[in-house]
């Protein structure tokens, strides 16, 4: 009974210390462009609010998490400076992020009779230094696209200004 106990405590480490593997936060929030070390041209965007994405395939930061492969981490940078990171994976028939996510900030609760694939919403979590949101909605054609977030509270208004300026601009093309 013991060997199994001993079993089962070994099996939760060993899954727990792969979500904690994966240590995507190679910059600190808030320093510049520059400061992001990566051993890849990652492909960068810039746009007309102030805003620089750099996107990185998951492989590249975190090869030990094969799940995850087919995930982008996305640096957004605005005015030069870090300002939120969020991981996107699209069209995978999968729930990767959404383990990947629980293991590392905590559970989501699902509704009672509701396969985890087919769970569709938003959950939050409010930490002490940042807001972790994780978004799973379908997009054209049904497919589902899973986000996420993590936004440090001292940058929260300066993302949420952001967002309002490129809302505003689409709102405009129409």
Known sequence: MNKFFSYLILCFLISLSSAVACD???IKYG???????????????KDNFGGEKYVVPIQELCP???DLFGTTINYLFIDEKLSQIFLERFGMNDTALMDFTEKK????????DLKREDWRGKEYWNLKDETVTFISVNVHGGR???ILELTPKLYEEKVIAYAEKIGKWLDEQK
């Open 31 to 45: 320093e510049k462009t520059q400061e992001l070390k990566i051993n890849i041209l990652a492909p960068t965007f």
């Open 64 to 66: 030990e998490n094969k």
């Open 144 to 146: 589902k696209i899973e």
């Open 105 to 112: 900030y905590g559970k989501i609760i699902l509704p009672q």
């Open 24 to 26: 995507f936060k190679k």
